[in-house]
């Protein structure tokens, strides 16, 4: 079975920028995976930020921005900032109705 | 504003059934695809199902095929998720969420969520 994989944890300085990234154990990620990018701290719901690939859900700064890079899909965060800091995951769609999340990314602001 | 909310969590043994409610509000319910997605404790998120607007196509993780059911009611704007023969390792926070696009049933609008335990 095909696992969506993600950087387990990222550190990153206030105002730089940060990728994360979300690949498959096999093969490469492209826009036909739809890959979507979410945001969840402690306590609460996840929250999207990125859907098809590079659409930016409503309300979502525009310091959050998706992309393919390479065979990975890729979320930057462009001058972050203290409250970034959280849990970000992926998911994949893999056809037949099925989508896999990534295993999450815990993002450090420091 | 789109809103979702989720009942019916609660502790019940191994083996055991349970069904959750999504209600659904400030969209057209019968268009879009609705999933649930589940998150043990201390652990990412897992896809568990989805279904189609119209009710007629649903989708299943491999972990719970056969187990569970997933089903709509719009005339009740209503999402249901009815889990049988539960396990220690179905304990988990369940989300419902809507999707965004008509055609691309990823979860987009989020719920807060209901608590399950399986435990004796």
């Given at each position: 079975?095909?696992?969506?994989?993600?950087?387990?944890?990222?550190?990153v300085?206030?105002g730089e920028?940060?990728t994360?990234?979300?690949?498959?154990?096999?093969?490469?990620?492209?826009?036909?995976?739809?890959?979507?990018?979410?945001?969840?701290?402690?306590?609460?719901?996840?929250?999207?930020?990125?859907?098809s690939?590079?659409?930016?859900?409503?309300?979502?700064?525009?310091?959050?921005?998706?992309?393919?890079?390479?065979?990975?899909?890729?979320?930057?965060?462009?001058?972050?900032?203290?409250?970034d800091?959280?849990?970000?995951?992926?998911?994949l769609?893999?056809?037949?109705?099925?989508?896999?999340?990534?295993?999450?990314?815990?993002?450090?602001?420091? | 504003?789109?809103?979702?909310?989720?009942?019916?969590?609660?502790?019940?043994?191994?083996g055991?059934?349970?069904?959750l409610?999504?209600?659904?509000?400030?969209?057209?319910?019968?268009?879009?695809?609705?999933?649930?997605?589940r998150?043990?404790?201390?652990?990412?998120?897992?896809?568990?199902?989805?279904?189609?607007?119209?009710?007629?196509?649903?989708?299943?993780?491999?972990?719970?095929?056969?187990?569970?059911?997933?089903?709509?009611?719009s005339?009740?704007?209503?999402?249901?998720?009815?889990?049988?023969?539960?396990r220690?390792?179905?304990?988990?926070?369940?989300?419902?969420?809507?999707s965004?696009?008509?055609?691309?049933?990823?979860?987009?609008?989020?719920?807060?969520?209901?608590?399950?335990?399986?435990?004796?």
């Open positions: 079975q095909t696992v969506v994989t993600q950087e387990p944890s990222v550190s300085s206030p920028t940060v994360l990234t979300c690949g498959l154990s096999s093969g490469s990620v492209s826009t036909s995976y739809y890959p979507n990018w979410y945001q969840q701290t402690p306590g609460q719901a996840p929250r999207t930020l990125i859907y690939t590079n659409i930016r859900s409503s309300g979502v700064p525009d310091r959050f921005s998706g992309s393919i890079l390479g065979n990975k899909a890729a979320l930057t965060i462009t001058g972050a900032q203290a409250d800091e959280s849990d970000y995951y992926c998911v769609y893999m056809g037949s109705g099925i989508w896999v999340f990534g295993g999450g990314t815990k993002l450090t602001v420091l | 504003e789109v809103q979702l909310l989720e009942s019916g969590g609660g502790l019940v043994q191994p055991g059934s349970l069904r409610s999504c209600a659904a509000s400030g969209f057209t319910f019968s268009s879009y695809a609705m999933s649930w997605v998150q043990a404790p201390g652990k990412g998120l897992e896809w568990v199902s989805t279904i189609s607007g119209s009710g007629g196509n649903t989708y299943y993780a491999d972990s719970v095929k056969g187990r569970f059911t997933i089903s709509r009611d005339s009740k704007n209503t999402l249901f998720l009815q889990m049988n023969s539960l220690a390792e179905d304990t988990a926070v369940y989300y419902c969420a809507s965004i696009l008509l055609m691309v049933y990823a979860p987009g609008y989020w719920g807060q969520g209901t608590l399950v335990t399986v435990s004796s």
